[in-house]
Nanobody, 132 residues
């Protein structure tokens, strides 16, 4: 069982900046791919950004590309989401998620899931509100 704890959410004005953090409980953090999703009231949970175990592959949704940056620090077992130029439509609960995939050699596969079903563990979420 992997536990994920998000932090860094809050209230910010249109055009503002926030940095979300997600700390993992697993000592094998470097083997896991990581993702950020968000869910606005009345809407389905949607993919925001994801990073592979080696950081070689990074994906962003079109709605955040160029404004958000995902990164990871394996020594700190933490994944970050730097959110710049925030817009009111970015208002949502943001969730960190993680999954595991190995290649035949036994090392982690460079892979990033973009569907909720690709992920095995989820954090409790952190709220982001962008005021206009």
């Amino acid at each position: 069982q992997v536990q994920l704890v998000e932090s860094g959410g809050g209230l910010v004005q249109d055009g503002g900046t926030l940095r979300l953090s997600c700390v993992s409980s697993t000592s094998r953090f470097s083997a896991y791919f990581m993702g950020w999703f968000r869910q606005a009231p009345g809407k389905e949970r949607e993919f925001v950004a994801g990073i592979s175990c080696t950081s070689t592959i990074i994906y962003y949704s079109d709605s955040v590309k160029g404004r958000f940056t995902i990164s990871r620090d394996n020594a700190e077992k933490t994944v970050y989401l730097q959110m710049d130029s925030l817009k009111p439509e970015d208002t949502a609960d943001y969730y960190c998620a993680t999954g595991l995939l190995f290649n035949p050699s036994g090392s982690c596969a460079d892979y990033v899931g973009i569907q909720t079903r690709d992920y095995d563990y989820w954090g409790q979420g952190t709220q982001v509100t962008v005021s206009s």
